[in-house]
Every structure is written in C-alpha cells, then in structure tokens.
C-alpha cells in the first residue's frame, strides 16, 4: 500500500523482549481462571471437585518463510503429516466445560539445533511439564484450593516421566491416547499389546448414554512403563478404534472420553488463528518479534471469540462462530480496510 512503511510491524511487536510477551498472555489466561473459579469457590467441596476444566497441551508447526531466524526450523508437521520449515510452538489451554470457554494459559517456542554452552533447548515432554507447573504454580497462589486438573494431550506428551509428574506435583491425570506399541498385563494374566486393544472385539463393551452409537471398554492394566494404569477402548461409529490411556485413576470412563473430545478445541483455535492473523506472511527481523506475532495472535484470538460469544448471548455454538468468523473473513474488502495483507489473496471488491 502507498506510504506504507513495511518495516513498522516488526518495530512495534519487537518494542517488547519475548518474556514480557508470553508474561502477558499467562496473566491474562490466570487472571480470568482466578475470576471464573471464585464464582463456584463458595460451594460445596462436592460441586467444586466437578468443576470442568480441562487442560490441553499441544503442539503446533507455523509455517515461515524468508529470513532464517533462530527459531525457524525442519519440524514434523501432524497436520501435514511431513516435515516442514517454520516455528515449533507450543500452546496450553483450559477448556471450561464442553468448550463455552477456551483460555490459553501459557506459550512456549523451541529453538531448533541449539548451539553453545547453556542453549535454551527443551524438548515437547520438558516443556508440558514446565508450563504445567508455573501455570498450576501461579493459580494455587491466587486462589487456593483447587479441583486437580485432568490434562489431556496427544500420544507424543505419553511419557511415563510427565504422568508421574502430573500426579505427584499437581495431584492431577495426564489423559493421553495410546500407542499401538505398548505393552499391558491385564489381571487375568493375558498380555496385550496396543494394537490388540484396537483389533479385538472381546471386551466387555458398555454404551455411552452421552454419544449414541458410541461404545466404551475400561480396562485396569499393568504397564512396565507406566505401571498401573487406566485404559479406555473407545469404539465410535465413523472413527477408528483408539484406546486412551493414564495412570491409575478412579474417574469414569465417560468423564474420561468427555475430556478427550474438548482437545480438539486446541485444533480449533490454532485453525482459526491461522486465518486471522498469518504467521506466513509477518516477516519480522527479530525473535521477540515473532513472539510477538505469536502471542498477540493468540490475544487477538481470545478477545474476538469471546466477544462473539457475548454478542450471541450464547444462542451459537462455538463451532457455529469459529465457521461464521473463518467463512466472512474470506470476503473483506481490502479496500475498505485499507490493509491489503488482511486479504492478499482476494481481489479489491470482493466482498
């Protein structure tokens, strides 16, 4: 655009170092758990141990381009299923409920081929367990007692290490789905690997009274990895059979599977931020600006979803505003806007 001045972006989202950054977005994801929690701290314990939030780590690859910076990189791409170049960056969230509310607590990037003594290099395991801990850290200092968290993430964060972690430091379960190579004995003496679980049909199936169609096996297991340990066979119509998969817990298998399904709304929230703002085309010179980018997109993200939310009065679902909001935004008017990178790909008029 005439007079623009392509170089004031990364001036401005570079004005503050990266901590200061991700300190804001884990103020503001405290800030309203403190605010929601104290609306039901005056119940009883029994209605505060039901409280639902649920926590959801994940990871996920932004796409960049041009200039190498210290945080692009070669990473394995889930939703690409290959390896690709750009940021690894990865993301905890508490869902409240069954998605009325997604609020991103915490933030991290890891730095690829880290070179020189004292490298800041964390692995996916030691970073779950870092955000974990200052999040769970900070919350119990504000506001306690709270009901454990039940933390669900993909079968990468499985380690035995991050499940033993969870229990001890937070007195929570880490919910991960499992993996097709593991090993269980279960209590009549049969050893069963992960595929079985998925292949055999000889379990004592019960239907869910939540899903119609959906039926669900729960399984008390010996693991010489995990040790004793939960598993859920879950067995939807339209789905693959996949099984889940904690330590030793006495939750019920349905409260288990409910707090599987709210992972996807990490899915949502990374797809409809990668609409808004695109990490592709901001081509900042700097690291603390593209955590900048990063974390002001996830900022952006919870302030409009929400005030869409309040809008609506909660008539939609929040799948019903994640579509309205991606499918209008394909049709904005640059020039109405006066900002081209809003809508490079479309022609002026489109709307």
């Known amino acids: 655009m005439r007079g623009w001045d392509k170089h004031l972006p990364g001036r401005i989202l570079g004005a503050l170092p990266k901590r200061q950054w991700v300190k804001r977005l884990q103020q503001l994801g405290r800030g309203l758990l403190v605010r929601l929690w104290r609306h039901v701290e005056g119940n009883s314990p029994a209605t505060r141990s039901r409280w639902q939030w649920t926590w959801v780590g994940d990871d996920r690859v932004f796409k960049k381009h041009g200039r190498q910076l210290g945080l692009v990189g070669l990473w394995y791409s889930g ?64 506001c306690p007692p709270r009901p454990p968290p039940l933390v669900v993430a993909d079968r990468w964060f499985g380690d035995s290490t991050v499940m033993a972690q969870v229990a001890s430091h937070q007195q929570g379960t880490l919910l991960v789905e499992g993996k097709r190579r593991d090993v269980f004995q279960l209590p009549d003496g049969r050893r069963v690997t992960g595929q079985d679980l998925r292949a055999r049909a000889d ?125 209008y935004w394909r049709f904005l008017d640059s020039e109405l806007l006066e900002f081209h990178g809003l809508s490079w790909d479309l022609r002026p008029g489109a709307a």
């Open 79 to 142: 939703q690409e299923h290959r390896v690709r170049l750009g940021i690894d960056g990865l993301l905890l969230l508490v869902v409240i409920g069954e998605g009325k509310l997604v609020i991103p607590v915490d933030f991290a990037v890891r730095r690829p081929d880290p070179e020189g003594f004292g490298r800041p290099c964390r692995d996916k395991l030691t970073w779950l367990q870092v955000m974990l801990d200052r999040t769970w850290a900070a919350l119990q200092r504000r």
């Open 203 to 327: 379990w004592a199936w019960r239907d869910s009274p939540q899903v119609p169609g959906l039926r669900y096996a729960r399984l008390t297991a010996m693991s010489p990895t995990y040790g004793a340990v939960t598993v859920v066979i879950v067995d939807e119509p339209g789905e693959e059979r996949d099984y889940l998969l904690c330590q030793a817990t006495p939750l019920t298998a349905p409260r288990l599977i409910r707090a599987w399904k709210r992972r996807s709304w990490i899915e949502h929230t990374f797809r409809t931020l990668n609409h808004l703002l695109a990490t592709e085309v901001c081509q900042v010179p700097g690291e603390d600006a593209d955590y900048g980018h990063l974390v002001l997109r996830l900022l952006a993200g919870l302030i409009l979803l929400y005030t869409a939310r309040v809008l609506f009065k909660g008539r939609m679902t929040m799948e019903e505003i994640l579509f309205t909001l991606k499918h």
